[in-house]
């Protein structure tokens, strides 16, 4: 910025785009980041040390920042955003501007849980209907957008053949064979009133006309056989339409996708590390819903177990990790058509409950999305079989019984065989798994528990397991409990004693068992609290003797 230019901001009116602070010796940083914040949720602007904020305004010169390069540094650290600064040396001292770009579409900025604006001379804590208003802007679909300096010479004919053939496979509608590229492309508006979207760009366009119009519009490949820094192993990057790439991606993965063998009786299983069904649903998502105006690409990196995709931009407005698999909301829906036309991805949007499902029927980890914040959504996959004896239960279960199976039934088979609790959301379907015979319950009311059927446990060779797991039955648990209350007839016996003779059940169930066997006049309770203790024999007897 020249002395001019600041000149000229001087007179301007101190608002939703402009700070100014004196600053003379110094400005707290924390501050600072807090008014970027609010500046860039009000649309971007200009934060000026060194100036008088009271008009007619004056420069003072500041000392605040005097190593700016660290400052705008640390900005980046905490916000994210491109902040830039300008140093002006004015006659009357040095002037310091901070340069705050707005918020990502969409997206509101926030410092330590709070969205910020201004209000007067003050800072406060951004209004609902403010914050809606930012939410409300993902709405609008990047995708359809019409670049205006685009033509059909910007797009590859083999991407646009490809696609007409997956169209027609999926439609069986032979006549889109006699259709030009251009009527292709405009039934399946990716071109409207003769100009070409954004989507068709993406899709079909070749690597110079993306470097012209949309360079960020690519996926960056990369294999490590380890985590540590440095040079990928193979690294490439596609920037050109994605139907003349997306076969290719898959082969690069697939070329060092391991088979796993696990013998099941005398057959042998071969389990890819990597499904291609899975990872092609990844790849599509990470396409579809990536932020375009944004300007990093989506990367793809592949390790010996496990596979990281990221693509930029947060989860769509009103998605989270927590109902990602209930809700669907493409941020793209010019290209999510178009991938549903052609029979890439179904239009009710079940890519990510598919990932899910196949890898809890291979025995893997589900998907998980660490490292994801509102700026980068990231995708881990890990294609480490866990559990290869789950494999041959499911198999035993049957594939018909399998298909009959929601995504919810698929989670909580998952979380019953790793012995998680099940979350309240899974609880309506536990009926529907023991009715299948997959699932058993055992106990009554808060104590109830489930485990996988005696099936699974006969298969694997663990009947002792199963008989552990699903516990003693209710009169052996009673004839142990009154054994040790017998042979402990001198001291007697507490109720923390006798947990420790039924492991397995909870102080409720344990009390029940007690209150039993005092009715069946077996053993009575002196004393009331939890240290009471429990002798042999009916309170009469005790009292006889």
């Known amino acids: 910025m020249t002395i001019e230019q600041l000149e000229k901001i001087l007179s301007s009116k101190e608002g939703e785009h402009l700070e100014f602070k004196e600053a003379r010796k110094s400005f707290h940083f924390e501050t600072l980041v807090k008014y ?3 500046l860039a949720n009000e649309g971007g602007g ?35 955003l491109n902040i830039d600064f300008s140093v002006v040396d004015h006659p009357e001292g040095r002037v310091l ?50 670049c205006a300096s685009a033509t059909m010479h910007d797009l590859d004919t083999v991407a646009i053949e490809n696609f007409r053939k997956r169209w027609i496979n999926k439609s069986g509608n032979r006549g889109l064979t006699t259709l030009t590229q251009e009527q292709l492309l405009n039934d399946a508006e990716a071109l409207v009133d003769g100009s070409l979207t954004y989507a068709a760009l993406i899709l079909f366009g070749t690597r110079k006309a993306l470097g012209r119009h949309l360079a960020q519009a690519e996926v960056i490949f990369e294999y490590r056989a380890s985590d540590a820094s440095g040079p990928a192993q193979q690294r490439k990057e596609f920037r050109q339409g994605f139907f003349s790439f997306y076969d290719e991606l898959w082969n690069l993965i697939n070329l060092r996708n391991d088979i796993q063998h696990f013998q099941s009786g005398l057959f042998v299983l071969d389990i890819p590390t990597f499904s291609e ?54 941020r793209n829906r010019r290209i999510a058509d178009i991938f549903a036309k052609c029979g890439l991805v179904e239009r009710s949007g079940q890519g990510m409950n598919l990932m899910f499902e196949l890898s809890i029927q291979e025995s893997k980890p589900t998907p998980d999305f660490t490292g994801t914040d509102q700026y980068q959504v990231v995708l881990n996959l890990n294609g480490e079989v866990q559990d290869p004896r789950f494999l041959q239960f499911l198999e035993k279960v049957g594939r018909e019984t399998l298909e009959l199976f929601s995504t919810a039934d698929f989670l909580l088979l998952d979380h019953i065989h790793r012995e998680r609790g099940v979350p309240d959301q899974l609880h309506n379907r536990l009926q529907s798994l023991v009715e299948k015979g997959v699932v058993e319950r055992f106990g009554r009311g808060r104590g109830v528990k489930y485990i996988l059927s005696r099936r699974y446990y006969k298969m694997v060779d663990e ?64 004393g009331r609290t939890r240290a009471a203790l429990w002798y042999p024999g009916s309170e009469t007897d005790a009292i006889t003797s």
């Open 277 to 330: 069904r899975v990872v092609r649903e990844a790849v599509l998502n990470a396409v579809s819903h990536r932020d375009y105006q944004l300007g990093g690409s989506v990367f793809i990196r592949q390790h010996p177990r496990r596979l990281v995709l990221e693509s930029p931009g947060g989860f769509p407005v009103g998605i989270t990790e927590q109902n990602i698999l209930d809700r669907q909301l493409p």
């Open 46 to 80: 200009k934060i000026v040390f060194g100036v008088t904020d009271k008009r007619p305004r004056s420069v003072v010169g500041s000392q605040a920042f005097k190593q700016p390069e660290r400052t705008r540094s640390g900005l980046i650290e905490q916000l994210h």
């Open 97 to 146: 501007i901070f340069h705050v770009p707005t918020h990502p579409i969409g997206n509101p900025v926030k410092y330590k849980g709070i969205y910020w604006q201004r209000q007067g001379d003050s800072l406060i804590a951004m209004s609902e209907d403010r914050l809606r208003g930012i939410f409300a802007e993902a709405g609008h679909d990047f995708s359809a957008d019409i």
């Open 463 to 526: 009947k002792g397991a199963y008989t552990r797991k699903k516990g003693l039955d209710r009169e052996t648990n009673k004839a142990l409990l009154l054994k040790h209350i017998k042979e402990n007839r001198d001291s007697g016996s507490r109720l923390k004693e006798l947990m420790q003779v039924l492991p397995a059940l909870t102080m409720p169930q344990v009390q029940t068992l007690l209150r039993e066997l005092k009715s069946e006049g077996e053993i009575h309770k002196v």
């Open 36 to 38: 970027c914040v609010a």
